[in-house]
């Protein structure tokens, strides 16, 4: 894969996109949200200090994996979080909790895979890393077989170990927490999506005064409903700023659509 040179490139270009400024600011605001969240499951009794390890693993993969798939902003997506939780808890929760590897190993394996998986995110979301994306998702494939292979093999040699009640606790923590991550994905994609497209409308008319008044009307209109915004976006014709549509009227029709 490293051998030829603008897969290499993708490669650097995704790690800054990994780091970037904007980036940056995501992490803190998520990382804000997850310390409320975990304040509360803490004070409720639901989550411990001895769960740390399945918390710290959950951010790094799950929680922030998701925040580069925001950008589907579809109803499937939100539902989707929640199956991609539930994958990564079966595969992988599994050696980190179950069947652990020597420490050296689990230091090694298991922050490389999180990387590769947050690349692989990255690289899904623009057309021009369509390559890398195919071999990081065929190499992630090749390693989440192995492990399945390896946690069947040892869930049937080694039953008693599998088959507790803190195995189940285990497997349950991860998909709760994903579910309280939901909000906060949805509020991203829909801040993401208002000012993607408040930026759209800055360019495609001089008519600033208009684009003011369609921005107050499409906040009135959506609101928090991010299918609705989705629907303005998608229907909204510049043409409504040259042939005297009533806006008002016009944005609450194509929102319906």
């Not at 051998?3 to 650097?12: G, H």
């Not at 790690?15 to 949200?33: E, P």
């Not at 209109?221 to 005297?244: C, E």
């Not at 009227?249 to 659509?257: N, Q």
């Amino acid at each position: 894969m490293l051998a030829s040179k603008s897969i290499r490139e993708s490669i650097w270009d995704i790690v800054k996109i990994l780091f970037g400024r904007t980036f940056l600011v995501i992490y803190a605001i998520l990382f804000s949200y997850l310390g409320v969240m975990l304040h509360w499951l803490y004070s409720s009794e639901i989550w411990g200090l001895a769960q740390a390890k399945d918390v710290l693993f959950w951010t790094f993969s799950v929680a922030i994996i998701s925040i580069f798939n925001t950008k589907k902003k579809d109803s499937a997506y939100f539902s989707g979080v929640i199956l991609d939780g539930l994958k990564w808890t079966a595969i992988l929760e599994f050696v980190v909790n179950f069947y652990s590897f020597s420490l050296t190993v689990e230091l090694v394996l298991i922050p490389f895979i999180i990387f590769l998986s947050l690349m692989q995110a990255v690289a899904e979301t623009k057309t021009e890393y369509a390559a890398l994306s195919k071999q990081l998702y065929n190499l992630l494939a090749i390693f989440g077989l192995m492990i399945i292979c390896f946690t069947a093999y040892k869930t049937v040699t080694d039953s008693g170990s599998f088959f507790r009640f803190e195995t189940l606790f285990d497997f349950f923590l991860p998909v709760l927490l994903t579910v309280l991550l939901i909000p906060f994905l949805y509020g991203l994609a829909l801040f993401s999506e208002y000012e993607s497209y408040f930026t759209y409308l800055n360019v495609i008319t001089n008519k600033y005064d208009q684009v003011k008044e369609t921005k107050r009307l499409v906040l009135l209109t959506a609101n928090f409903n991010l299918f609705k915004l989705g629907r303005i976006r998608k229907n909204f014709s510049k043409s409504v700023y040259y042939d005297g549509t009533d806006l008002k009227d016009y944005i609450r029709k194509i929102s319906l659509k």
